[in-house]
């Protein structure tokens, strides 16, 4: 168990390498093609960060037909929406409070509200239409529905780029140059780019397999593997930037890359699932995406009210969280 453990430790090291490299090259990728934090926080760092998760569905369902595996697809599919909207929001929430001091705005958060607005609005819409499909039987019209997600997320990538306002402020100079003493090139920030999501990718891999050991050396089911244990491990990536870029003060790109995840997870890995399998859903997934939405609506009314942001609707996700943690335990134990 030990050797399982050091080796969740180590992988855990990579993955917040990775993401400091990942941020700092994403935003001066941003820099040189010239768009804003939209586009980049949404876009760029979700669409990213997201790999790690997105394949570990992909190859449960797509090349290991047997039936936990794609019990274990689609549990990580519904799963990592539901800890993107509670654990990372409660992250992100965390971290305002702890790095208050530092910060330039202190407890209040400077985001461009129409655009978190915008993405929890077709999160909500395209997460419950996702999740209501497993409720019809009509296979015709749960293909239209997956088409219908995937057209929803291109229509999503088309308002972003065309409502992208330049906001970035400075940036910290490229590692790859400091480093190396280069000029920070187009090709140079690529580098950096693929080699700290390589480095994401192979230490959510590592992190998932070793603590995929732990489970089974103490019992753990494979539902409470699929949907809790993975996508916490999967979802370190999205954490972890949202920390560096709140630490910073940037806040747009810290909720931007959660909330951006949170649009593709609920259109591209959904509309997978319901092409791919025959997409039903127990009462544990349907409870984990009740509560999803329900957290990510707390966070919109709450700007819609105050027109402002500040870690306490996020902080709430937390809630939202242990509440379907105790529900799970509560069933296996009676």
């Not at 971290?95 to 509200?113: A, C, D, L, P, Y």
């Not at 929803?152 to 100079?173: A, C, E, N, R, S």
Request: hydrophobic share 55%; aromatic share 12%.
């Amino acid at each position: 168990m030990w050797p399982n453990i050091f080796q969740m430790f180590l992988s855990l090291l990579l993955i917040l390498a990775s993401c400091e490299l990942f941020t700092n090259s994403i935003e001066w990728l941003g820099k040189k093609l010239r768009v804003g934090d939209g586009v980049v926080g949404s876009l760029f760092s979700a669409v990213g960060t997201c790999l790690p998760e997105t394949m570990i569905p992909i190859i449960a369902i797509l090349f290991f037909r047997e039936n936990n595996s794609i019990d274990i697809g689609i549990g990580a599919i519904i799963g990592a929406p539901f800890m993107l909207s509670t654990l990372a929001f409660f992250v992100t929430g965390i971290s305002v409070v702890i790095f208050w001091r530092k910060r330039r705005t202190g407890m209040s958060m400077g985001i461009n509200r129409e655009i978190v607005s915008r993405d929890i609005c077709f999160f909500i819409a395209a997460y419950t239409l996702g999740i209501s499909s497993a409720f019809i039987n009509i296979e015709i019209l749960r293909t239209v529905i997956a088409l219908f997600l995937i057209s929803i997320y291109i229509y999503y990538i088309f308002l972003t780029v065309k409502q992208d306002k330049i906001q970035q402020g400075p940036i910290d100079k490229l590692y790859f140059s400091k480093i190396f003493h280069i000029k920070p090139r187009f090709y140079v920030i690529m580098l950096q780019v693929c080699l700290a999501l390589l480095g994401i990718i192979i230490g959510a891999d590592i992190f998932v397999v070793r603590i995929e050991a732990v489970s089974a050396l103490f019992g753990i089911p494979a539902i409470v593997l699929s949907l809790v244990i993975t996508p916490i491990a999967t979802e370190l990536p999205e954490k972890f930037n949202s920390i560096i870029w709140i630490s910073k003060s940037k806040d747009a790109l810290a909720l931007g890359n959660i909330t951006g995840a949170m649009v593709f997870q609920s259109c591209i890995p959904v509309s997978i699932g319901i092409l791919s399998t025959d997409w039903s859903l127990n009462s544990n997934a349907v409870i984990s995406a009740l509560i999803a939405v329900m957290s990510a609506s707390v966070v919109y009314f709450w700007m819609e009210n105050r027109k402002s942001l500040n870690p306490i609707p996020l902080i709430m996700g937390g809630f939202f969280y242990t509440v379907f943690i105790c529900t799970l335990f509560y069933q296996f134990a009676i």
